[in-house]
């Protein structure tokens, strides 16, 4: 997926009956591996967030139990609106 800035494209607006290949990225529904590309920085920074708070207040074991990265990835896709966004980093 490309990274775009919302700076970069604020004046793009798609015609729907443009054939050349100009179309609007954001708002569509992904599946989770698409997903997961696409936010991948923001999840990765989540992640390390939550271990770093689990181990400096010695709560891994009781808060996150064996939750791997793949884990967690599935558990916020779920609770998502499981689209592309435009603000993402």
Not at 32 to 56: A, K
């Amino acid at each position: 997926m490309p990274i775009i800035k919302s700076s970069d494209d604020y004046h793009f607006h798609p015609d729907p009956q443009d054939d050349n290949g100009n179309e609007d990225i954001y708002d569509t529904p992904l599946d989770f591996l698409q997903w997961q590309e696409w936010y991948q920085q923001d999840l990765m920074n989540m992640w390390m967030g939550m271990r770093g708070y689990c181990e400096d207040t010695y709560l891994r074991g009781s808060l996150m139990g064996g939750m791997t990265y793949q884990d967690f990835c599935e558990f916020v896709y779920h609770f998502s609106s499981q689209t592309s966004s435009r603000f993402a980093t």
